[in-house]
């Protein structure tokens, strides 16, 4: 990134919205002037400039909650900074994954018709579940013991799969299934690989 294609606001500042680079979750909107990008280009890790404090801060320089930078992107008016991370832990100073968890519409929001959107909101509770560590949550569990507990979860349900399927049991098979693919999605996280990367390669395979 050449950072003279950036246009800074009268107050030397640009808009940093911040997304989980796995999960795809916007975690937060911050503020940079062109000493903090430096920075955070730098150190791979995000700086930002507080308007309140009048200073450069570095996300999780007390807290722990780094966010180590994937990529640096910025819009079509160059007005507005696109910071792709990798949180080690929430974002939120609430201790919440994402800033953004309110919201205006409540249960007047309609789900948009998609059969796959359990999926977009699963890989997003897993990632809130990876970065806050709720006391009690199986998931937490999981990521707290570390890869070969998950790794073992991921086999015990492929074998249960294969169980399923060879007694016709299509319930059993419907429920292991399910049990498989949150485990999956789970070792996913711990890897830092995004499912986007997965769905990517049987694109291309579907091309070839």
């Keep these: 990134m050449n950072i003279d294609t950036i246009t800074f606001d009268e107050k030397g500042l640009v808009p940093a919205v911040v997304q989980d680079a796995v999960s795809k979750e916007v975690l ?54 696109l910071v792709l991370v990798k949180p080690a832990g929430p974002a939120c100073h ?19 018709e998609n059969r796959y959107a359990i999926v977009n909101t699963l890989e997003s509770i897993i990632a809130k579940r990876h970065a806050e560590r709720p006391e009690g ?5 999981l990521f707290d013991e570390g890869v070969d507990k998950i790794l073992k979860k991921v086999g015990e349900e492929a074998s249960e799969v294969i169980i399923a399927a060879k007694n016709r049991d299509k319930e059993e098979l419907t429920w292991e299934s399910a049990d498989l693919l949150f485990h999956l999605m789970v070792l996913l996280r711990e890897q830092d690989c995004p499912l986007d990367d997965v769905l990517e390669v049987l694109e291309k395979r579907h091309d070839s």
């Design 28 to 81: 937060t909107l911050a503020y940079m002037n062109e000493e903090s990008l430096k920075k955070t280009i730098a150190t791979r890790e995000t700086w930002f400039y507080s308007r309140s404090r009048a200073e450069l801060w570095h996300k999780g320089e007390t807290s722990g909650n780094t966010q180590e930078v994937v990529d640096l992107r910025y819009d079509c008016d160059q007005d507005t900074v």
């Design 94 to 112: 609430k201790g919440d994954y994402s800033c953004f968890s309110d919201s205006l519409m409540n249960e007047e929001v309609k789900p948009v």
């Design 137 to 141: 949550a199986y998931t937490t569990y």
